[in-house]
């Protein structure tokens, strides 16, 4: 699976990003497909995830009721809207292709190169 993230940038706090991810290469139409974050120095933390077929979704709880992710099956695109942005949302964005529901970094089968969201206050 190929993923590429389009859509970081630079928002004031309370403002709104919607990041995208390009997917290809998918041979099942079952992942789980997730955003992640990471800042230096940490961990990279999971975000938001959705089962590619069922549309089930999941998230982390500093982002639920703000971020809403969602898949385009026509366009092959993973989107992770973003709102009421606050400064410690600043980090690199990736997303990810896994088999099963994944929230742990370490389990994430493929990656996309990452993408900057910084919010200023």
């Known amino acids: 699976v190929q993923l590429q993230a389009f859509g970081g940038g630079l928002v004031h706090a309370g403002g709104s990003l919607r990041l995208s991810c390009a997917v290809s290469?998918?041979?099942?139409?079952?992942?789980?497909m997730s955003w992640f974050r990471q800042t230096p120095g940490k961990e990279r933390e999971f975000v938001a995830g959705i089962r590619w077929r069922e549309g089930t979704k999941r998230y982390a709880d500093s982002v639920k009721g703000r971020f809403t992710i969602s898949r385009d099956s026509a366009k092959k695109t993973v989107d992770l809207q973003m709102n009421n942005l606050k400064p410690e949302d600043t980090a690199v964005y990736y997303c990810?292709?896994?088999?099963?529901?994944?929230?742990?970094?370490?389990?994430?089968?493929?990656w996309g190169q990452g993408t900057l969201v910084t919010v200023s206050s």
């Open positions: 290469g998918l041979t099942t139409s079952d992942n789980f």
């Open positions: 990810a292709s896994s088999s099963g529901v994944v929230t742990r970094a370490v389990e994430a089968g493929s």
